[in-house]
């Protein structure tokens, strides 16, 4: 059978992600480029909707495709900060309700310390009726009971991880939280190129190489069946943060 034009342009995508995936001089020019992006603190150029949002463009234009593909009534956060990424999930969650595709979605966001500053912008922002947040630790048994109690009714749920970025508690969370991922949806993981970049390597923090998002991932993947990295959507971004995070539940 024919393919449509919007089959055909999904799959010349897919051709060109697989080339320069495999292209070793690309792939080093990547990763010099990435590095120089992290040194320069390039994700903190940015806001949504007014918000501060510590991501990058092509993250949150990946984000905004999952969303827009997966379609969830649920979007679980960990790790505020300013609020952006948490107004950016509230805005596509209002949008899917507009265009009809969900009803009663809701978005959670968790953070071990919510500023004073960041909650009194939040609670003011249009988005904020979209928005429950929990102050705590994000792998505190009482806030994970808070958050699968919400989880409860709905019928697609994508979680979003980006708190502490160590080995342990990030581990923690993907036990706590990606069994509440609804199938053929996502756990995205962030900052696990952590590994793999020379600019994170020695920053005298918790994290670094051998103890970060990446390494947690793997440890998950060894005992759980249910998620695999979508290296396809990947490789597609190009420059992205998050190599090996994004995880697809298959069953």
């Known amino acids: ?10 799959l010349d995508i897919t051709k060109r992600s697989k080339t320069l995936s495999k292209d070793p001089k690309f792939q080093k020019a990547k990763q010099s480029f990435h590095d120089h992006l992290s040194k320069s603190k390039y994700a903190y150029n940015f806001y949504w909707m007014g918000v501060p949002i510590i991501q990058t463009p092509v993250e949150t234009q990946a984000l905004h495709e999952l969303i827009w593909k997966i379609k969830p009534d649920l979007i679980i956060e ?4 300013w609020g952006g990424s948490i107004v950016f999930s509230a805005s596509m969650i209002t949008l899917l309700e507009a265009c009809g595709e969900i009803r009663n979605g ?7 310390e919510i500023r004073p500053h960041n909650k009194k912008n939040l609670a003011v922002h249009p988005m904020s009726k979209k928005i429950i947040m929990f102050e705590g630790s994000s792998i505190d048994p ?7 109690k919400i989880a409860k009714n709905k019928k697609r749920i994508l979680v979003h991880l ?4 160590t080995h342990n508690h990030v581990l923690a969370e993907l036990k706590a939280y990606a069994p509440l991922v609804t199938r053929s949806s996502y756990c ?4 696990t190129g952590i590994e793999d970049d020379p600019v994170n390597a020695n920053l005298g923090k918790a994290f670094g ?3 970060n998002p990446k390494t947690a991932v793997w440890e998950f993947l060894k005992k759980n069946k249910n998620f695999k990295i979508d290296k396809d959507f990947e490789s597609k971004l ?3 943060g998050a190599p090996d995070g994004y995880l697809k539940r298959i069953k």
């Open 1 to 10: 059978m024919k393919k449509t034009p919007f089959e055909e342009f999904g």
């Open 78 to 81: 960990t790790g505020i900060a």
């Open 106 to 112: 809701q978005v959670v966001g968790i953070d071990i």
């Open 142 to 148: 009482i806030i994970i009971e808070k958050v699968k």
């Open 162 to 165: 980006d708190s502490n970025h």
């Open 188 to 191: 995205i993981v962030e900052d």
């Open 209 to 211: 190489k051998g103890n």
């Open 238 to 240: 190009i420059l992205t």
